[in-house]
């Protein structure tokens, strides 16, 4: 049999990390075997429905890759693909009404008062309430007298009491329940909508879905699910249930931690691509420690046997490091296209923006960490002078206002303010003075860029500043470093002074 997946989203917001991973892993698992991947819109919840979420969803599966083969925009033969089109046809309140007959659901007409009144229990450490099968007694004249005097009512599952249930999942192997623990969950609500759960069984069964893959908190529904398809006398689909998504601290990846929907990573730099290779590896690992995968590379490799059972990690850190991987790989022109906005929100100045996104391209991890890296570009930050000093260079104050010094004469003079040009003349300094390279470099970089980081060396800072920006700044070290040097002066006077006194 054709392996037949679907993704079938809430249109509700954001789409989380939790369900972009769901839909990847059902994509996964039909384009490895050569199957269908599904898009089913489940609408039915009235009251989470948010205006513009379907859009979301649309834009998120085409910028991520993830293309359906079947969908509300591609009619597959097994439409409509709409939970609220679906409706209409009387698909749902059809099935219900067929387990009635078959006494594996009945009519609830229990009002409010009743039903709060019910005892509750605890179950695996929530507290719920079991209805008491109270209507299940109603004979037939009296349902039908109910619904001829157009009595509110809903549509029960009839589960057993007594006994087992046990159903079998591709990653745990087989759960065994107590039928004591199932509620007679409700099918059809009072407004005539299906619930979340039988219009799932119900469209998954009609659209010929092999595999259903979801998060492991359905574990505890899928006893209700497996009774609905032995109540149908259904072949029950293979389940696939996903380990938790948990923040750092192993809590539920939440809203607050900022990162949490596809819609956060993106608009804070993140590539599309390394966010799809970040989501396939929370839960899955290929056979190598292998972390980098293109899309067509995850569809060869994937094997939903090798998904963990354990929570996986959210690591911003990691992601990171993956984004930049992968904006280290990109084409200069893309990257330039897609760096632009920031190096022009960082600097409003003629300069050589291409050169600038050059330097930085290696360096950054998410496009927003150009800003601060380049803005010294526009503008020198005031620093402290402390920065001189280097140990691994040998620098301090008092050399670096040796070198600035020495070199000024020469940089005026230099005509050449290419990075070819100008690193001759510092390495031919260099090689007068008999110094390595770092004691040199390292205070010029320091007064052109005044900061302890940058993106490149201090002669291409040098090329892209031009030769007034570049003197101005090096004058500008000189007299920072000459002010402290006279109050180290001073400061030596006054307890020379203080010594002699005593």
């Known amino acids: 049999m054709k392996i037949r997946t679907r993704y079938a989203p809430s249109p509700t917001g954001k789409m989380h990390v939790g369900n972009l991973r769901s839909a990847l892993y059902e994509f996964l698992i039909a384009k490895h075997a050569g199957g269908v991947f599904m898009l089913r819109i489940e609408d039915t919840d009235q009251e989470r429905f948010v205006e513009g979420a379907t859009e979301i969803i649309y834009r998120t599966l085409k910028q991520v890759g ?3 083969d079947e969908g509300p925009d591609k009619d597959g033969g097994f439409g409509p693909y ?32 009743r039903l709060d009144s019910l005892k509750t229990e605890v179950v695996e450490g929530k507290e719920i309430t079991i209805y008491d099968k109270h209507c299940l007694s109603l004979s037939k ?51 005539g909508y299906p619930t979340y759960n039988f219009a799932n069984v119900v469209d998954d069964h009609t659209m010929g879905i092999t595999h259903v893959v979801r998060g492991n908190e359905y574990l505890s529904s899928s006893p209700k699910y497996t009774r609905l398809y032995e109540a149908f006398g259904w072949e029950a689909p293979k389940y696939v249930h996903l380990p938790l998504v948990t923040d ?19 608009e804070q730099g993140f590539l599309p691509e390394a966010v799809v290779n970040y989501i396939a590896l929370l839960g899955w690992s290929p ?71 050059a330097m930085v391209k290696t ?17 020198l930050p005031e620093y402290d002078i402390a920065m001189y000093t280097h140990k691994k260079m040998k620098t301090n104050a008092q050399s670096s206002l040796e ?100």
Request: hydrophobic letters at 35%.
């Open 403 to 502: 070198v600035l010094t020495e070199l000024l004469p020469l940089l005026e003079a230099q005509e050449d303010y290419s990075n070819d040009g100008l690193y001759q003349t510092l390495a031919k300094y260099v090689e007068d003075k008999g110094v390595k390279n770092g004691y040199v470099m390292w205070p010029v970089r320091s007064a052109v860029s005044g900061r302890q980081t940058t993106p490149a060396g201090a002669t291409e800072i040098m090329e892209v500043l031009g030769r007034e920006e570049s003197l101005k700044r090096i004058r500008r070290g000189i007299q920072l470093l000459k002010a402290a040097a006279g109050e180290m002066e001073e400061g030596h006077s006054m307890e020379e002074e203080h010594s002699m006194e005593d």
């Open 287 to 357: 056979e190598d420690n292998r972390e980098i995968f293109s899309l067509d590379e995850l569809i060869r490799e994937f094997d939903y046997h090798r998904i963990s059972k354990s929570p996986a990690v959210f690591d911003i850190v990691k992601l990171r490091w993956m984004n930049g991987e992968y904006i280290k790989a990109m084409d200069f022109d893309v990257f330039y296209q897609m760096a632009e906005p920031y190096l022009k929100k960082a600097l409003t100045k003629e300069l050589d923006l291409r050169k600038i996104a």
């Open 82 to 113: 709409v939970q609220s089109e679906r409706m209409k046809t009387g698909i749902y309140t059809k099935y219900a009404k067929e387990l009635i007959d078959r006494g594996e659901a009945y009519y609830c007409f229990c009002d409010k008062e």
């Open 363 to 379: 360096r950054i991890e998410v496009f927003p960490d150009i800003v601060e890296m380049v803005d010294f570009f526009e503008k």
């Open 248 to 266: 750092e601290n192993h809590k539920k990846l939440a809203k607050r931690s900022g990162h949490s929907s596809f819609e956060d990573l993106t």
């Open 66 to 68: 993830l293309e359906h």
């Open 141 to 191: 004249e009296e349902v039908e007298a109910n619904l001829a005097a157009g009595r509110p009512y809903v549509i029960r599952q009839n589960n057993p009491s007594q006994g087992t249930t046990t159903f079998h999942d591709e990653l745990y192997g087989d759960i065994t329940v107590e039928n004591a623990e199932l509620d007679d969950m409700i099918l059809i609500k009072s407004d």
